[in-house]
C-alpha cells in the first residue's frame, strides 16, 4: 500500500531582519518567493506594548547589536506599521509566495487577524503562557501555529487549554483556568484544536547548540497532543531541518536574512537566500525519498533485476545426460535463469540438453 506524497509547509522566516526597512522587507519576500518557501513570515508588534522600557536584552541580542542600547530602543526601530503590511501582503501576492507575520500584542493581532484576513495566524514561543493573547487568537477563528520552545508539556497542555476554550466555548463564557482545562477535555474542545492547530518544537537560542536540539521531541509532542507538528529550527546551517521533515515535521520555520553581517539582532542566525534556496531544494527532495512504506521492486528497479542478480549456469561444459554437480553449476550474472534458490533442487539431476561453459541453465 502507498501513502499520500507530504507536502512539508515551509516558512521562510524574515522576522525582524528588515531592519525597518520595507524597501530589504520587499527584497526578503523576493528571496524567500525565490527559494521555492511557501509563505514568508515578518513580525507585527508596537514596541510600546511589547517591551517595557527597562527590559533586557537576551545574551544574543547583546552580543549582534549595541549592548548600551535598551531592547525597547532595539525593537521600536524594527516595527512596520499598517501600510507597510499592506504594501508587503500585495508584494507577496505578486511574487506568488503567502504573507504570515507573527503578532506581539492584541492591536498586531486584530490587524492581521481582521484587516487583513490572513489565512493563519503563528504565534512565537515566547507568547505561550500569554494567556490573553492565545484566547484572542482562537476567538479570530483562524487555524493557529504555535512555537513551543523553552516549555514543558504541561505548559503546552495549558496553552491548548486556553485555545481550545477561545475556539469552542460560547463568547460569554468567563476564560478561567478551570475553564480551559474543562475545555481542552471536552469533545468540542479536541475537535477545535485537531481542525485548528499545529505545534512546533523549537529550542529558543540564536543559535541553537545542536546537542540541545532534540528532534525526538516532535514525536513526544504528536505522542502527546495528537496534533500536527513541526520544527521552528535555530540551528546554523540546513542539516537539522532537512532532518526534521525527514522525521515527519509538517512545517519547518527556519529564520533568513540578505547578509549575515547586516546589523540587527537575528542576522547571524539566519541563512543566505542561495542556502534558503538549497534547503528547500533538499526538503523537497527528502518528500519525494519519504514515498511509499511498501518494500517491492520500483519501476525504475525493475529493469535492473536481471543485470545485477544471478542465476545458475553452466561452470563447464554439460552434456545430455550429465549430473548437474556442485562442481558444473555456478552462480553468475545474469540474472535472466533459473534462480540461485533452486541451486540445491538442481543438484544430482541429469541435463536433458547439452551447456556450454557461462550457458544459463534451462530447467
Not at 2 to 17: C, D, F, L, P, S
Not at 95 to 100: A, E, M, S, V
Not at 269 to 285: C, D, F, H, N
Request: with cysteine.
Amino acid at each position: 500500500m502507498g501513502t499520500q506524497r507530504k507536502h512539508t509547509y515551509i516558512i521562510a522566516e524574515a522576522g525582524v531582519n528588515h531592519n525597518g526597512s520595507l524597501k530589504m522587507a520587499k527584497e526578503l519576500v523576493e528571496a524567500a518567493a525565490n527559494a521555492g518557501a511557501d509563505a514568508v513570515k515578518f513580525q507585527t508588534f508596537k514596541a510600546e506594548k511589547l517591551v517595557s522600557r527597562n527590559a533586557p536584552k537576551a545574551g544574543y541580542q547583546t552580543m549582534t547589536t549595541d549592548a548600551a542600547e535598551s531592547q525597547f530602543d532595539m525593537i521600536r526601530k524594527l516595527e512596520l506599521d499598517e501600510e507597510a503590511h499592506r504594501v508587503l501582503i500585495e508584494h507577496c501576492h505578486v511574487k506568488g509566495i503567502q504573507f504570515l507575520s507573527t503578532p506581539f500584542d492584541f492591536d498586531s493581532l486584530e490587524m492581521l487577524a481582521r484587516t487583513f484576513d490572513l489565512p493563519r495566524l503563528k504565534l512565537p514561543s515566547g507568547e505561550i503562557t500569554n494567556a490573553p493573547l492565545l484566547l484572542r487568537a482562537a476567538r479570530t477563528g483562524k487555524p493557529v501555529i504555535l512555537s513551543t520552545g523553552m516549555s514543558t508539556l504541561g505548559e503546552v497542555e495549558a496553552a491548548l487549554g486556553v485555545l481550545a476554550f477561545g475556539y469552542a466555548a460560547r463568547k460569554d463564557a468567563a476564560p478561567s483556568p478551570a475553564a480551559f482545562r474543562e475545555a481542552y477535555g471536552s469533545a468540542a474542545g479536541q475537535e477545535a484544536l485537531e481542525r485548528n492547530m499545529v505545534l512546533l518544537h523549537c529550542t529558543t537560542e540564536y543559535p541553537a547548540p545542536f546537542d540541545e536540539v532534540n528532534l525526538r521531541a516532535m514525536d513526544t509532542l504528536q505522542d502527546a497532543f495528537g496534533l500536527p507538528v513541526g520544527f521552528s529550527d535555530h540551528t546554523t546551517g540546513v542539516a537539522v531541518p532537512i532532518a526534521a521533515a525527514a522525521r515527519g515535521a509538517m512545517v519547518i520555520e527556519k529564520h533568513f536574512t540578505l547578509g549575515r553581517d547586516l546589523p540587527g539582532p537575528d542576522h547571524k542566525a539566519s541563512l543566505e537566500p542561495g542556502e534558503l534556496t538549497e534547503m528547500v531544494k533538499a526538503i523537497r527532495q527528502v518528500e519525494l525519498a519519504l514515498g511509499s512504506r511498501l518494500k517491492a521492486p520500483t519501476m525504475s528497479e525493475s529493469k535492473n533485476m536481471s543485470v545485477a542478480r544471478k542465476s545458475l549456469v553452466a561452470a563447464e561444459p554439460i552434456r545430455t545426460g550429465d549430473f548437474f554437480t556442485g562442481k558444473n553449476v555456478a552462480v553468475k550474472r545474469p540474472g535472466n535463469g533459473m534462480s540461485p534458490f533452486l541451486y540445491w533442487d538442481v543438484l544430482g539431476k541429469r541435463a536433458s540438453m547439452n551447456f556450454e561453459r557461462d550457458e544459463v541453465i534451462l530447467p
